[in-house]
């Protein structure tokens, strides 16, 4: 069979390795770093190793399919727990259970969504005529990449409370974006494929474990003919009239029959100065994860969405005591110290969860990714590459290429698959590893 050389360890790069790699390609991977999982993974904390903590919280909705695809491959779907509640808390503590009833979809939400007590009733009436409506406009309307998501909900009269406190809540997490900044579509492709299209595709999966832990070696074992080569960062590709001859990592050569880059867009440049793509479009935009340990319990939900402050989401990592903060499109924070990021958050919790105010705060931990995904602006779309390139045995794959998804890890290990499908019909045996989209 061919050889493949991937470069880069993310859940891109991971899953095209594990799609050649069950189908008998014989695959090196590099990465850069000495654990994989890319943005996707966990560590220890800085100064205490006994402290594992993912790199920020990652969670999926069961309409990820081919990230739960792409778990299966490496047996640990099973660590990802579904949740079939969604719980929104004002601050003072009111809380809401967004879940699923007896009907069918698109109206299994029915009797929860009048039931939340955070909207009125003109906020649910604008709000479910503008969910039939993207029923009826999505597939038809064809400027949706030319218009942000906020331009949508006013044009469909949204109140400013239904904006703020239910389709920010659910798409600046989702899409990593402000509603000013985002394109409608990717508002519509969370809406229509997670809340819409089926009654269970909304129940959000959390890893049971550490990121780290769904890469690990066990799951490779499956999948014996996929080499890692982890601290070797590939400085430059060779490339040669057309084709790709070889690759420098750690001041060696290494060659292959094809070759697939899973590399951030801003490292592309670097790697491969011969692509040649036109990346001004690409802007990042951050996520901030805070982490707090405190002595004793907070809460029993498990999570939570935390409406009208800063702190955007709870995730309740061990017992109540150890929770996780996180803030999407965090611009806010960038700029700001740690320790007044660390008493914001503390300040905010308090008006959700009263036992803070008790509590002692033994540590806290904060992570600022100022380069957590692209900002999925109006027009982006036409600049995303697919994953054929130039050369006729280099293929690209990323969260940020054209996967058809949000910079996601669904969208990530899309495009993982469909470089590995592009490798395999570049071979004149084409395969299929990339699954359709649940409507
Ligand atoms: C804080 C945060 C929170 C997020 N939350 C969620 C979430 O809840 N749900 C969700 O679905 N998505 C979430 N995402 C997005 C998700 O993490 C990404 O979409 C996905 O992990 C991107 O995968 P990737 O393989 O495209 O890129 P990356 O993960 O960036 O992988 C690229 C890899 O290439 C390696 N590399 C770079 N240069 C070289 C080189 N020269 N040689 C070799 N290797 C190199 C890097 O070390 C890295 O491992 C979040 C992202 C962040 C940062």
Excluded at 208 to 220: C, E, I, K, R, S
Excluded at 273 to 301: K, N, Q, V, Y
Aim: proline share 5%; aromatic share 10%.
């Amino acid at each position: 069979m061919p050889s493949v050389i991937v470069i880069g360890g993310g859940l891109a790069g991971l899953a095209s390795a594990a799609a050649l790699g069950q189908s008998g390609f014989q695959v090196d991977l590099f990465e850069a770093r000495a654990f994989l999982g890319g943005r996707a993974t966990s560590y220890p904390v800085p100064g205490d190793s006994s402290e594992v903590i993912d790199n920020c919280q990652h969670v999926l909705l069961r309409c990820c399919v081919n990230l739960m695809d792409f778990y299966s491959r490496l047996g640990v779907a099973d660590r990802i727990q579904f949740h079939k509640q969604f719980y929104f808390i004002e601050p003072g503590g009111r809380t809401s259970v967004l879940q699923a009833g007896g009907l069918p979809a698109p109206l299994h939400f029915t009797g929860s969504f009048w039931d939340l007590k955070f909207l009125g009733p003109s906020d649910k009436i604008g709000i479910a005529r503008a969910l039939w409506a993207i029923r009826g406009e999505h597939g038809k309307r064809q400027d949706l990449d030319r218009i942000t998501m906020l331009d949508w909900l006013r044009e469909k009269h949204q109140t400013e409370r239904a904006i703020r406190r239910f389709w920010n809540q659910v798409l600046v997490s989702a899409v990593n974006e402000d509603l000013g900044r985002m394109a409608a579509s990717h508002g519509f492709q969370v809406f229509w494929l997670g809340f819409l299209a089926r009654a269970d595709a909304y129940e959000m999966g959390i890893p049971a474990v550490p990121l780290g832990d769904l890469y690990g070696p066990d799951g490779w074992k499956r999948i014996p003919n996929v080499r890692f080569h982890a601290r070797a960062t590939v400085e430059h590709v060779i490339a040669d009239q057309g084709t790709i001859r070889g690759v420098m990592a750690a001041g060696e050569r290494h060659s292959a029959d094809y070759y697939v880059s899973a590399l951030p867009f801003e490292r592309l440049p670097a790697v491969i100065p011969e692509l040649d793509l036109d990346l001004a479009g690409f802007e990042h935009s951050p996520i901030t994860g805070i982490h707090l340990w405190f002595d004793r319990s907070i809460t029993e939900l498990p999570h939570a969405t935390l409406l009208d402050r800063t702190m955007q989401w709870m995730f309740n990592k061990a017992g109540g005591r150890y929770l996780q903060l996180v803030v999407s499109a965090s611009r806010s924070l960038v700029e700001m110290p740690r320790a007044e990021v660390i008493a914001l958050a503390v300040r905010e919790l308090a008006e959700f969860f009263p036992r803070v105010k008790e509590a002692k705060l033994e540590k806290a931990h904060v992570v600022k990714e100022i380069r957590a995904t692209f900002s999925a602006r109006p027009g982006l779309e036409q600049a995303r590459p697919p994953s054929a390139t130039k050369f006729d045995n280099l293929f690209l794959a990323g969260d940020w290429t054209r996967s058809g998804w949000p910079p996601i890890m669904e969208g990530a290990v899309r495009s993982g698959y469909l470089a590995a499908e592009a490798v395999t019909r570049a071979t004149g045996r084409e395969q299929k590893f990339l699954l359709p989209d649940i409507a």
